[in-house]
Nanobody
Framework: VQLQACGGGLVQPGGSLTLSCAAS????????IGWFRQDPGKERAFVAA????????EYADSVKGRFTISRDNAKNTVNLQMNNLKPDDTALYLC???????????????WGNGTHVTVSS
């Protein structure tokens, strides 16, 4: 499975961004997709994940109520809608694919390149 993340950028606090993860591969629809974020020198932190069917989602406590993950298997894309962004949301955002749904980075077998999000006034 190959993954390509895009949609990052600079946004003011309180603003919104939508990240997209484009997936390719013969069995991409069988994978849960997760979003993680990482600051330099720190471990990857779980943000959100969605099951292969889209029926189940999980979120980190820090983003619940602000971020929404969704997927369109016909288009092989997973989106992360981020609202009410805060400076603490600044990071490199990566999408990843896993055979199992969860918030542990070691669940995920395939990783995309990431897209930068900067929240600053």
């Amino acid at each position: 499975v190959q993954l390509q993340a895009c949609g990052g950028g600079l946004v003011q606090p309180g603003g919104s961004l939508t990240l997209s993860c484009a997936a390719s591969g013969r069995t991409v629809g069988d994978y849960a997709i997760g979003w993680f974020r990482q600051d330099p020198g720190k471990e990857r932190a779980f943000v959100a994940a969605i099951s292969w069917s889209g029926s189940t989602t999980e979120y980190a406590d820090s983003v619940k109520g602000r971020f929404t993950i969704s997927r369109d298997n016909a288009k092989n894309t997973v989106n992360l809608q981020m609202n009410n962004l805060k400076p603490d949301d600044t990071a490199l955002y990566l999408c990843a694919a896993s055979r199992r749904l969860g918030g542990r980075a070691d669940f995920y077998d395939y990783w995309g390149n990431g897209t930068h999000v900067t929240v600053s006034s």
